[in-house]
């Protein structure tokens, strides 16, 4: 199957100077967005908490989000999850905790006026459902619910951490989990079956997978540039790191543009395009070297046109059948994976793009640029000659 005629010539490179401009203002333009404006970081990033609640019938996303928010869980997102008729819906807000600052602050207050300033008292516990403190002469169960009444918490429990005749006590407050199933419960009653799956990310834990998932990324481009290096030569392998860098900055500076959330499987998309956009400009480059030891062309601009039309069928239906594949994702795969599904349909694009208008055009600027040092080291060591010759 031929979209284009076998022979055909196209000069590519005849328009690759304003297009390559014009994809570095672009690059220049993302890396601004993602400096100033930042990134929409999601739970994997930025800490929260996911639940998926199983209903025995389907139950109305506007009411469920409006009870799921009277928890307290900040600004959730409800979607159905599986088949419509499930009544399974997953649930996600970058609520960590439902201990407030401002609960916090009441809770202590309770304790200093009742029994003055404790030995110990911490309430930095991430998940937001325990305080611990101690006191210089024991207290009762009794007197520490007291307390936690005073604080605003009336639902909450006492525990001890050690068992001693001063022990550590464990101020506990209801967690995410208790307050979604008490409330879904007064909503619905018997109609609620329980959660599935609950998970929570603490903003430590958050920055940590955000690191690592910098890294991974910046660890694939070295990756490449070494493989590039080893597999064809100098003039190539700047030109397919240049690519694939085109690539993430751009797709990562469109997140940053809509404020689309950013997290764990957009980091796999943006491998996905980068193994996506490599295959595509390794087989140019192939074709390039190809050509280039046959002979074909007067210069290398030429060989590189040759190259890249030669391939122009197999990139054209190589894109075609991966971003309706992606496009299909992305229109009927639900909001859960939706961002990830057009994080790819960007990669697909701007890989095909790259692949002939950035990766291309560097070879020629290596290209010209090894001669130039060539030829410069070669006039060098003539001087040299000369001067030991005249000496």
């Known amino acids: 199957m031929e979209f284009f005629k076998p022979g055909t010539r196209y000069n590519f490179l005849s328009i690759a100077k304003p297009l390559v401009s014009t994809s570095v203002v672009l690059v220049l333009i993302s890396w601004g967005l993602v400096a100033t404006k930042g990134l929409n970081f999601g739970i994997d990033f930025a800490g929260g908490t996911e639940a998926l609640l199983s209903f025995k019938k389907n139950m109305d996303v506007g009411e469920l989000r409006e009870s799921v928010s009277k928890t307290g869980l900040e600004l959730p997102e409800v979607v159905t999850y599986g088949l419509v008729d499930e009544g399974r819906y997953f649930i996600r807000s970058r609520t960590q905790s439902l201990l407030t600052e401002k609960t916090k602050s009441s809770i202590k207050a309770a304790v200093i006026a009742k029994f003055g300033e404790p030995v110990l008292y911490d309430d930095s516990d991430e998940s937001g459902e325990e305080i611990r403190v101690r006191f210089k002469e024991p207290k009762t169960d009794e007197e520490l619910m007291a307390v936690l009444k005073t604080g605003g918490v009336g639902d909450g429990s006492i525990g001890k951490q050690t068992i001693a005749a001063n022990p550590v006590y464990l101020l506990r407050i209801p967690g995410v989990r208790d307050r979604i199933i008490a409330a879904m419960k007064a909503k619905y009653g018997d109609t609620f079956n329980g959660i599935d799956r609950l998970e929570s990310v603490g903003s430590a834990v958050g920055k ?13 481009l070295l990756g490449i540039l070494l493989y590039i290096s080893f597999r064809f030569d100098l003039r190539y392998s700047p030109g397919a790191v240049l690519a694939l860098i085109h690539d993430v900055s751009i797709t990562i500076g469109i997140f940053s543009l809509f404020g689309l959330e950013f997290n764990l499987p957009i980091i796999a998309a943006l491998l996905a395009i980068v193994g996506y956009s490599l ?11 190809e050509s280039l030891r046959l002979g074909l062309g007067d210069t290398i601009e030429d060989s590189i046109n040759i190259s890249v039309s030669d391939c122009l069928s197999r990139t054209v239906l190589t894109s075609v059948t991966t971003f309706l594949a992606v496009l299909s994702i992305y229109l009927f795969g639900g909001g859960i994976i939706e961002n990830f599904a057009l994080a790819m349909l960007i990669g697909v694009v701007i890989g095909t793009y790259s692949s002939i208008y950035i990766a291309s055009p560097a070879v020629v600027g290596m290209d010209n640029y090894l001669k130039t040092r060539a030829e410069d080291q070669l006039a060098a060591e003539k001087a040299i000659a000369r001067a030991e010759a005249r000496g």
């Open 208 to 220: 940590q997978m955000r690191n690592q998932g910098v890294l991974s990324v910046i660890y694939a």
């Open 279 to 289: 295959n595509d400009t390794i087989v140019v480059y192939d074709r390039i070297r």
